[in-house]
Structures are given as C-alpha cells and as structure tokens.
C-alpha cells in the first residue's frame, strides 16, 4: 500500500489535494492536545478508508486499512466516499473512586468522519478518532439505517502499519487463556504458534500467528509503543496477527465453532475502542490514563461498600498441596478452624480481608471432568465449614470475608445461580466475590476471549453491582479500563500469577516476568497476581519449585503492580515473627497520586505512590536477574517536611535463586532534596515506607546520605 505522509501537519484540518498523491481526494488531520501526535485519514482511490500516525518527527504508523469481512455480505473494505466529518475537543477531569490515582485529566481531540458506500447498498459507517497527549483510540459506529439490521462479522480488518521491525514484548493470542510468558523478540521474530504446547495450561487455542493485547513495543529511536483496546463490551477480545515480513499488525478476532461469525450485532452499535500508547520512554506508559480514559463514565455511582483492602487466604495452602479443595482428599483446606486462624491473622495484622477457597461442594469434580455443568453450588458449604460462623466470627473481629466462585468455566450454571449466590453474598455482608473460570468453556466451541463470554463476564459485573459485590476474576476478560464505567470490576487476573511458581512447570515465573508485566498486562489495569511469598524456596510442601526473586522483590511488588485488592500471598505461619512482613501490614493499597521514577521493558521499574488520604509514601523498585544500582529522587515529598524512610532491601549476598532470603531493614531521615541509592540484586528489589518523621526519629535516626 501506498504512504501518504506528503504534507506540511496542521491540527484539525481539512485538507484538499497532495501534490504528490494525485489519487487522494481529502485527508483529515487531527493532533493530539499538546501537538506532539498526529493522526490522518483518508479514502484512497478504491474508496477504502486508511489512516497513518507520526509522533513529533516520527512516523510510528505508516498507510494501515480499516473495515471488515461479514458473513453472507459483501466486505465492508472499500467502495466508500466521504460524506461527512467533525471535530471535537474535550478537556475534564475525572475521580477513581479508587485507584492509582485520584484525579484523572481526560483531555483530548476528536475526529468523526462518516462514509458511505457508493454502491448499492449504500451502507454507513462512522470512524472516531481520539487523539491524547499519550496516545490514541478510534472506533467504527454503525449508525441505524435502512435495510441493515444486523451485522455478522467474520472478521475486523484493522491494520496497525508499523513503521520497522521494533522490539516486542508479548504473549501468543491465545482465544482461551493470559497466562503465558512474555517474550521479548523483534516483530519478525514474533513466533506465537510454537507457544501451543503448554505444559499446564487446563484450556489454551492459538490458531494463527498473533499476540495478545496489550502488546508492547520499543522503535530503534527508543519510542514506546503499546497496542490495545478500550471499553470491550458485547464484542469479541482482539487478538493482532503478526506479518513477521512487512511488520503489520491485523485484527483478528476471537471466535466461536458454533458460529459463523465472531461478532453478531443489531445496530446501531459501535466496537471497543482500538488504541495506541505512545510515550518517548518506557515509564510513560504506565502512567498514561488512556485505557480508562476511553471508557464511559461511573455508571454505578457510590461503591463506598467497597474498600481497597489487603487479604490473606485459605489459597496458597491448597497451591502447595498442604491442603486440598475438596474433602474426599482427606485434607480439606477450608475448614471452620482454618478459616478462623486466618481471620484471627489478619485482625492481628492490619489485614482487611479472608478470601476462602473450597468452601462449597463439588471440588471433587473438578479438574480435568468434562461434564461440569451443575457440578458446583455457590450457597451450599462443606459440612466441615460453618459459613454462618466464619461470617460471625468475622464480624466479630472486623474482618471482611471475600467469596470465592469457581465456575470451572460452565458459565450457564454460574449465571442460573447469579441471583441466589450474590443475595447470600449480601444477606451475609459479603461486598467481594474472586471468581474463577479453569477449563475449557462449556457449552464446548465458545472460547474466553470470544463474544459470548465477554457478554458473560458483563452480565456477571452488572448482577453483582446490584447486590453491591465486586468482582476479582480469575481466567477473566482482558481488562479494558470497563473499572471506570463499572468500578465493582475492581481486579482481575489475566496473566501468569504467582500460582505458576507452585507448580513445577517450566521453572516458574523467571526474575524478569514482572518486569515485564509492569510494561504490559499492568497497561490494561488492576492485576491480581497475589505477592508476598517468604518462604521462598516452598519447602517442605514442593521443594521442587520455588519463587525466582529475592524476597525484597516480593514486597515491592505491593508498590509496583497495582490492585485494590492484595493478597498476601503466603501462609500465616511463614509471616508470623518475620520482621519484613511489617512492610506488608504498613503498605497502602489505594492511591491518590503515582510517580513512576525509572523503568525499561523486561528490565527493571521503580514507582512511587502516595496513600490516599493520608502524607505517607510507598516506593517499589524491582529488577530482572540483573543486579542493578538505581537512583530515586524524593522530589515527590512536600516541601518543608523531614520524613523516616524505612528501606527493606537485599542483604548481603542476596541473589533470586543462590540467597533469596537475604534481606536488611534500614531506616534515616530524608526530605525532597533526598536521592536514595537503591541497589538491587540479582532478581532483587526493595520497597521503602515514608512517613513523617515524629520528633523523636528526627532524634534518634540518622540523616540519609
Ligand atoms: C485458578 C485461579 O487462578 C486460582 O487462583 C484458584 O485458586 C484456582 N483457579 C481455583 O479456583
Ligand atoms: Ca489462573
């Protein structure tokens, strides 16, 4: 295909003719805020619509198509003419509820341009564009018109043209499950089909050579590129096929065997927004809003029932093989004497939450059991766990209990129990439920990524709003910034978690899995991946396998990969009496600002957030098996204030697999002048608590130097 770039860029113009490019008839420009993207669209001579993108000097989109293939319909692919376009501009503010951040600036130009086929039967769409200061969306609306009712889509045709072989991280575009590796490799080495052989994957399908979303990018300049969607709602989840030869990225969207097409839908409608994130560094993207940004509004209002929280678990134990979830093992995890242990933990410990796996009956027929439909209920307990008593008990100590709904992936069991599970959930007390979705989806032929389950996974959100629950979904929807619009869609999983370190499979998570996360998955939102395992090498329960960081690195994850909700992952008894579990009970899990200091994809990431509410701070830095020494500039601290920095850090020899116990706790006086040297082992990490000195740490500590 052709490229276009021919003109001198003016913001939302409309501009007629190129000297060079006789064939075009108009080409609209939008830029971004600030100036720095631009953005244009044209219909070539065969009437099909292209837009292309540079970031200041640079094109990071050459010539890409836009359109569809429909089932029993012509393409919508070429053949249009332009009827109409408009600009728009919107500069606001929004509050998360919770969040990274408290305030949220959405400021942004917008471009609607309408087509119109020229032949008969004239059909209509519309193409948005939103341009960003960090990036870019756009979407296609069909508006209603006459003779279409419907529209069955085989396939969307949009084109991402890169403009050279950069470096990508990603994960195969597996239809069914996150939880692969990243990998890092050039665009022509992207290989997603020798990623099927899975060792312990319960479902996985990767039909063609894609990624999944968010995949992210470095361009040799140095320019950070992250590709996704926004707000995927009653579509299927994209997935972009990789030309490893002319370094394009196709739509190619998750389907279904008992349907012809992968999307079905009346009009008029509109698809998820399709998005680029550009930064000129790797820090960038995490701080960028854009994702959420593309989302509409708090739909729910108020979710004061729910409330940012650290939780442990009757989980880990079951992981381990200490216990099981199910009683026929003899060793059942979930018991009413377990469950209060865990309670009584976390009162102890500034632990707002007990999360209970395998407290309801069916757990023997789970795994590996084609026939799950009907298996679990999600109101009737073992008749070793006293549910009444536990939430008691609860109660009685200030705990809240979070519900746990494994659906084994027979969505149409969950869905007929939605109103009786979520009225206990309520009748009880209980405002959050972590769901779970292990197996291959049943009815069989629908995958989890595709359109039906995406409606699933809405359908549940919307119900357990109205019983004031939130939802934690494991083996989840990507995550698309829907939190905005419904924020009881608090956490999810969706990637390679902590579990993979249980499990003797493939050595584990290695040192660089999160940070590469922090670059990728963490772009799309909250992440449940359950940190803070001390007992690193898991003995005596699976001394075949262990956690590849060092356990510093393990606490600063509660700073770097965020989530309203953080479990602390390990057994109790492995906490009890440990001098770095008080960085876990101090840690803040809701933010009203975040700073990301330093960072490069797969390598390392320092981040900084302030506690909502309160002065303290809480930094994070980790590493891949790189030892590292990194600077952090407290510049973010308030002026005129003396704060204590308590630094938990590698000790001496610290290393993720040689030492990964080895840890030191330091604490000095420090102010905003103050640049803390953070030196990182191999795998390591360190976390850092600040809060305002009293007067007699200004005695008794020493000044940081
Ligand atoms: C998979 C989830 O990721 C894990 O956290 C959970 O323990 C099991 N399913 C059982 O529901
Ligand atoms: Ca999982």
Redesign the pocket.
């Known amino acids: 295909m052709k490229s276009y770039w021919c003109l001198p860029l003016l913001a939302l113009a409309l501009l007629a003719g190129c000297s060079k490019d006789k064939e075009m008839d108009k080409i609209l420009e939008i830029s971004s805020p600030g100036g720095d993207l631009q953005l244009q669209f044209t219909l070539t001579e065969e009437g099909e619509p292209v837009y292309w993108a540079r970031y200041k000097d640079t094109a990071i989109l050459d010539t890409s198509a836009l359109g569809f293939e429909l089932v029993d319909a012509p393409s919508l692919r070429a053949g249009f003419e332009m009827t109409d376009y408009s600009t728009r501009a919107l500069n606001d503010v929004w509050e998360m509820p919770w969040g990274e951040q408290r305030e949220v600036s959405n400021n942004y130009n917008e471009l609607t341009v309408e087509v119109r086929e020229i032949p008969p039967p004239n059909r209509r769409m519309r193409l948005i564009f939103r341009i960003y200061d960090d990036g870019f969306g756009f979407r296609y609306e069909f508006p209603e018109q006459e003779g279409l009712e419907t529209l069955e889509i085989a396939e969307e045709r949009t084109e991402f043209q890169l403009t050279g072989n950069h470096t990508a991280w990603w994960i195969p575009g597996d239809w069914d499950i996150y939880e692969h590796l990243y990998n890092e490799t050039s665009v022509s080495g992207i290989d997603a089909l020798s990623k099927r052989d899975h060792p312990n994957l319960a479902q996985t399908a990767i039909p063609v050579n894609a990624v999944n979303t968010p995949v992210t990018m470095r361009t040799a300049s140095g320019l950070h590129l992250s590709f996704h969607e926004a707000a995927l709602t009653d579509y299927a989840g994209m997935t972009l096929m990789v030309d490893n030869d002319t370094y394009k990225l196709t739509s190619n969207l998750v389907g279904s065997e008992r349907t012809p097409y992968k999307v079905k839908r009346k009009l008029p409608f509109h698809t998820p927004w399709r998005t680029v994130q550009v930064s000129p560094d790797a820090a960038g993207l995490i701080e960028s809003n854009l994702i959420a940004n593309l989302n509409e509004p708090n739909q729910l209002g108020d979710v004061e029932w729910f409330k940012p929280t650290k939780y442990v678990g009757i989980?880990w134990e079951?992981?381990l093989g200490k216990s099981s979830?199910d009683m026929a093992s003899g060793k059942h995890g979930a018991t009413t004497e377990n469950a209060k242990r865990y309670i009584d933990f976390a009162a102890e410990n500034n632990i707002g939450a007990v999360l209970v796996?395998g407290w309801n009956t069916g757990w023997e027929h789970w795994i590996g059991f084609e026939d799950r439909e009907g298996v679990f209920d999600f109101v009737t307990p073992y008749e070793d766990y006293d549910l009444e008593e536990v939430v008691r008990y609860a109660n009685e100590k200030g705990v809240e209990m979070i519900m746990?709904h494994?659906t084994s992936a027979a969505p149409r069991t969950y869905e007929q129990q939605l109103d009786t599970a979520y009225a206990l959930m309520q009748r009880l007390g209980i405002h959050s439920v972590k769901t779970?979705y292990?197996g291959k989806i049943i009815p069989a032929g629908e995958y989890h990524h595709g359109q039906w389950m995406v409606n699933h996974y809405r359908k549940v959100l919307e119900t357990a709003a109205e019983y004031e629950v939130a939802v934690n979904a494991?083996?989840p929807i990507k995550a698309t910034g829907i939190r905005r619009t419904f924020p009881n869609a608090i956490s999810r999983?969706g990637l390679r978690?902590q579990?993979f370190n249980a499990w003797s499979v493939e050595g584990g998570n290695p040192p660089d899995h999160l940070p590469t996360v922090a670059f990728t998955r963490m772009l799309a939102g909250p992440i449940d991946f359950?940190p803070g395992i001390f007992n690193m090498k898991l003995a005596p329960y699976k001394e075949e396998s262990q956690i590849n960081t060092t356990l510093a690195h393990q606490l600063a994850l509660y700073v770097v990969i965020y989530s309203p909700v953080q479990m602390a992952a390990d057994l109790p008894e492995h906490y009890e009496d440990h001098p770095a579990f008080e960085f876990i009970r101090e840690v803040g899990v809701d933010w009203e600002q975040s700073k990301v200091l330093n960072g490069e994809v797969g390598d390392y990431v320092t981040i900084a957030r302030q506690e909502r509410g309160t002065d303290r701070w809480f930094l994070g830095s980790i590493t891949d098996e790189q030892e590292r020494s990194l600077e952090a500039s407290l510049d973010f601290l308030p002026a005129g204030a003396n704060y204590k920095a308590t630094i938990y850090r590698d000790g001496e020899g610290a290393h993720w697999d040689e030492n990964p116990s080895a840890f030191l706790i330091e604490s000095f006086l420090v102010d905003r002048s103050t640049t803390l040297k953070l030196d990182l082992a191999p795998g390591g990490g360190t976390a850092v608590t600040l809060e305002p000195a009293t007067a007699e740490d200004e005695e008794r500590l020493q000044t940081y130097r």
């Open positions: 989980w079951m992981h979830w796996e746990h494994e779970g292990v494991h083996e999983e978690g579990e359950t």
